[in-house]
């Protein structure tokens, strides 16, 4: 089954403790990309990566890091998470192409105390 | 900066009424526009993608329609079910701006029986 698989779906941690939330797609998508959701504000893109070790910055990219090493896996870290950073964050993919739909992970809710 | 707006925020309807969602967006050099589904705990299906050159594309009970020039979506609804209670957001690709999807905050449906 083509599907984008988000871990943890649930994460409470506390101010500055690192943590990684995992994202991975096994449709061999080149284009990966991080989006956080808050009420009121839609998605916004976090960051993105157009290929194996090919990232860049989204609209709100202060405070996370991203790597592409393999092309089926792009973590999202936080290096020293902070409470404005609770949100829900969702992993997208798809083939490169400019009509290609988005396909996306199931979530990941992120409460930071 | 592009900006997109959907209105309105929450909607209530009987089941069996036929229902329009809006979506606006500011900047009219788009690529394409697609309408998600997001149901609660679960990421955002795509249900419709509309190049710029279309004025609708149709699936099931469905009709999405553009009209660029005016900077507007609507996604119809056809006899509306209990099953099509989710949010349904809208997201534009900016011409140029291959790496992102600007998403409006979305409208929450429920169709009750």
């Known amino acids: 089954e083509a599907q984008v698989t988000q871990n943890p779906r649930y994460l409470i941690t506390v101010t500055g403790k690192k943590l990684t939330v995992t994202c991975s797609q096994n449709?061999?998508?080149?284009?990966m990309s991080w989006y956080r959701q808050d009420p009121g504000l839609g998605l916004r893109q976090i960051y993105y990566?157009?290929?194996?070790?090919?990232?860049d910055k989204g609209d709100v990219p202060e405070g996370y890091k991203v790597s592409r090493k393999e092309k089926r896996n792009f973590p999202l870290i936080l290096e020293s998470p902070s409470p404005n950073q609770t949100s829900l964050y969702f992993c997208a993919s798809s083939s490169r192409g400019l009509d290609e739909k988005l396909f996306f992970g199931s979530g990941t809710q992120l409460s930071v105390l | 900066k592009q900006e997109v707006t959907q209105i309105p925020a929450a909607l209530s309807v009987p089941e069996g009424e036929n229902l329009v969602l809006n979506c606006s967006f500011t900047?009219?050099?788009?690529?394409?526009l697609q309408w998600f589904r997001q149901d609660p705990g679960k990421g955002l299906t795509s249900l419709l993608l509309i190049q710029s050159s279309q004025r609708e594309q149709t699936s099931g009970r469905l009709n999405a329609s553009l009209d660029k020039s005016s900077g507007r979506s609507t996604l119809y609804i056809a006899a509306s079910q209990p099953g099509d209670s989710a949010t349904y957001l809208c997201?534009?690709?900016?011409?140029?701006?291959?790496?992102?999807?600007?998403f409006g905050a979305g409208t929450r449906l429920a169709v009750h029986p």
């Open positions: 449709m061999n998508h080149e284009y």
């Open positions: 997201a534009v690709r900016p011409a140029g701006g291959y790496n992102k999807l600007i």
């Open positions: 990566s157009m290929n194996v070790e090919v990232t």
């Open positions: 900047d009219s050099a788009i690529y394409n």
